[in-house]
């Protein structure tokens, strides 16, 4: 069975800096695809960013880029320029590519708090 | 456009209560999915429907159940609670072709908290 492993329950960072936020998964499976989703308090989950494990380049969405490292199953979000917003609960999840979204795990997520 | 909504926002129950959770997806979306997520456990899969019919389910036991409606709307029932069962409830949809990305539409939620 597919593991999502989020080692980092709590991260802090600072507005304006830099942050990663680290995710490893277990899969025997050679295609299939990671993402980044956001919880803000009371609001709903968004997907950040997605990445097919075919493609070897590393999804960027405006500040928000990954660092995947396929071999080492490893699947990492860095965020750039840290804005207040940016507050929330970060989940990592996979999919086989042969599956459908009911297929997703998810990690049990890293708490993200933005300071001034 | 609206998004995915849940009712109600809070539920309390007793051991042994039934609980309904309520569910209208993105129009034009016919899969619903409900989620589990319960402190520091990340979001567990419950149920997936598609087109009125149970697609998928995950690792919970039968009195968790669920249907969706013609309108694809889908209601999530909780029988014979246990305390176990107080979680967050996260209803998400999709569009049928783009469920194999993975990407979902999450509501807020439903709090259910069994005493």
């Known amino acids: 069975a597919q593991t999502v492993t989020q080692s980092q329950p709590e991260m802090s960072v600072q507005e304006a800096e830099t942050v990663t936020l680290s995710c490893t998964y277990d899969t025997s499976e050679s295609d299939y695809y990671l993402f980044w989703y956001k919880q803000p308090p009371s609001r709903q989950m968004i997907l950040v960013i997605r990445?097919?494990?075919?493609?070897?380049q590393n999804a960027t969405e405006n500040r928000f880029s990954v660092n995947f490292q396929k071999a080492a199953k490893s699947f990492s979000l860095k965020i750039s320029d840290s804005q207040l917003g940016d507050a929330a609960m970060y989940f990592c999840a996979y999919a086989p590519n042969t599956g459908t979204a009911s297929k997703l795990t998810f990690g049990t997520g890293t708490r993200l708090q933005v300071t001034l | 456009e609206a998004g995915v909504t849940q009712s109600p926002t809070h539920l309390i129950k007793t051991r042994g209560q039934q609980a309904t959770l309520r569910c209208s997806p993105i129009s034009g979306h016919t899969s619903v999915y409900w989620y589990q997520q319960a402190l520091g456990l990340g979001l567990q899969f419950l149920l997936w429907?598609?087109?009125?019919?149970?697609?998928n389910r995950g690792n919970f036991p039968p009195r968790f159940s669920g249907r969706q409606f013609p309108n694809y709307s889908s209601e999530l029932n909780v029988n014979a609670l246990e305390l176990e069962d107080s979680a967050l409830y996260l209803c998400?949809?999709?569009?049928?072709?783009?469920?194999?990305?993975?990407?979902?539409?999450f509501g807020e939620g439903s709090r259910l908290t069994v005493l």
């Open positions: 429907y598609d087109e009125g019919e149970e697609r």
């Open positions: 990445q097919e494990a075919y493609k070897q």
């Open positions: 998400a949809s999709s569009l049928q072709g783009a469920s194999n990305t993975g990407e979902l539409f």
